[in-house]
């Protein structure tokens, strides 16, 4: 185990299905391959009286059973432009749900993650409650989080009539981090002084440099001051801005532990906690 003043390396396996991900095809249960036990079809094993059933196991009278047929793969039914009812947003859906809820001409003036003006950076988006009596409209929810005022931005469009009809804005209201929000953290943290631990870990883990987020795996979260014992200084505007906490690992290979480390993406900073 690597350990620095600021990161951890820790070899470690994850428990369960996570990570599966960054198994190699053949750790992860690749489909297609089998175990095959004695007696299984396409084996030699042998039935009771000693004569070998003619397609793999013979069964306790000698005669071999046929083999079952090869399974069919049925393709899924190709996804139509709009949906009905209460079904997903289908991807048509989505993508026309989030041009309408940038169109209106106040996002000129927003922010995204990266600083970029003229785009709040987008959250998510989901299907809205149908209006009464009206259950045949398709409407989305999208929200918008900008960078510029910190505040949240919630737009009701309807997509059968292209028209917002609603939006909505908070300020202090913190939803999950979108995996944008999430690769900005880390860029911040590579980019900082802060990083040099992470750097180190990589290297004594791989014996190569780190030179971008694409070596890594990460995930993460909003950070939230209400559950920490101890909240610095430099981060008691967290919640009132945008501030997250990364977990991380070599791709398929060791943890480096960046929990320490709290971005504040709002002032675009990196503080170290504990």
């Given at each position: ?178 995996p944008e929000e999430l690769r900005a953290a880390m ?88």
């Open positions: 185990m690597a350990v620095t003043g600021t990161a951890a390396a820790v070899a470690i396996t994850l428990p369960g299905a996570a990570g599966a991900e960054n198994l190699p095809p053949s750790a992860a249960g690749t489909p297609g391959t089998t175990s095959t036990a004695a007696g299984a079809p396409g084996t030699d094993a042998r039935g009771a009286d000693g004569a070998a059933g003619a397609d793999g196991a013979a069964g306790a009278d000698g005669k071999g059973g046929r083999a079952a047929p090869p399974a069919t793969v049925v393709p899924a039914a190709a996804e139509g432009d709009r949906g009905t009812g209460t079904d997903p947003l289908t991807d048509a859906e989505l993508a026309r749900a989030r041009d309408l809820a940038l169109a209106p001409g106040d996002t000129a003036a927003r922010q995204d993650v990266d600083g970029d003006r003229g785009r709040p950076q987008h959250l998510g988006t989901e299907l809205a409650d149908p209006v009464p009596g009206q259950e045949g409209r398709r409407r989305a929810q999208v929200r918008l989080y900008d960078y510029a005022r910190d505040e949240l931005v919630t737009r009701t469009v309807d997509l059968t009539t292209g028209k917002v009809e609603s939006t909505g804005v908070r300020r202090g209201v913190q939803p999950s981090a979108h860029e911040l943290i590579l980019a900082s002084p802060l990083g040099e631990g992470v750097k180190e870990d990589y290297r004594d883990a791989t014996g190569t440099e780190l030179k971008g987020a694409d070596q890594l795996w990460f995930n993460g979260d909003v950070y939230r001051t209400y559950r920490e014992k101890d909240v610095p200084g430099a981060l008691s505007r967290c919640g009132e801005h945008r501030c997250v906490r990364l977990v991380t690992k070599v791709r398929n290979g060791a943890w480096i532990d960046t929990r320490n480390l709290i971005v504040d993406l709002s002032a675009r900073n990196v503080v170290r906690v504990g």
